[in-house]
């Protein structure tokens, strides 16, 4: 019985994240706003422990003809870094379980902070140049260290929206957080406004 939950939560994720993605690709004015390291979109299963537990897409969203595409296929285990840093998030907030990166820039933190004022929402700042060196010289170790900063500094809480200074060889990114990848969306039209294609 746990085995056949456990299969439809699966697949419940993927089409949800699935459909969330087809969503993005309509939206033409995030195109911008995908980074160099290009963009993934996360969703993780409840509670999730490690990498295998969180979908993603499988090489990413990238731009083509104007538009965010994604690379490949809606898969468990296509993400690395989003996925460490949801199964960390979880720990502090089990209901954190999607996550969408994207480019930093002057304007866009214009309108996160007019937002997440407006909202109420707690907005988070990680200082790379904070980062222990003992920790930054690490592979794979900063996501713990990361995620105790944006807790500690927003009154205990996750920042539903943060971002990450330049560090040596990281462009800076802005991170949202929801529960769900259908939140995701809906809190970032009303960051950088548009709709749908």
Do not use: C
């Not at 963009?39 to 731009?63: M, Q, S």
């Not at 994207?102 to 407006?118: A, Q, S």
């Not at 929206?161 to 800076?172: A, L, N, S, V």
């Amino acid at each position: 019985m746990r085995d056949t939950r456990s299969g439809a939560q699966a697949q419940r994720t993927l089409s949800e994240l699935r459909r969330a993605v087809r969503r993005l690709e309509k939206m033409k004015n995030f195109a911008p706003l995908i980074p160099e390291v290009r963009t993934n979109f996360v969703y993780a299963k409840e509670e999730p422990k490690e990498i295998p537990d969180v979908a993603g897409v499988e090489g990413r969203i990238t731009v083509v003809g104007g538009y965010p595409k994604a690379a490949g296929k809606m898969k468990f285990g296509a993400s690395d870094h989003l996925a460490r840093l949801l199964i960390e998030v979880a720990k502090y907030d089990k209901e954190i379980r999607a996550a969408l990166n994207f480019k930093f820039d002057r304007e866009t933190l214009g309108r996160v902070k007019r937002y997440t004022k407006k909202r109420g929402i707690p907005f988070g700042k990680i200082d790379r140049r904070k980062e222990p060196k003992k920790i930054a010289k690490i592979e794979k170790r900063s996501i713990p260290w990361k995620v105790k900063t944006l807790f500690s500094s927003a009154n205990r809480q996750i920042p539903r929206i943060f971002y990450e200074t330049e560090g040596w060889g990281k462009e800076p990114i802005f991170v949202l957080l929801g529960r769900d990848p259908k939140e995701i969306l809906t809190i970032l039209k009303e960051i950088i406004g548009g709709k749908d294609e």
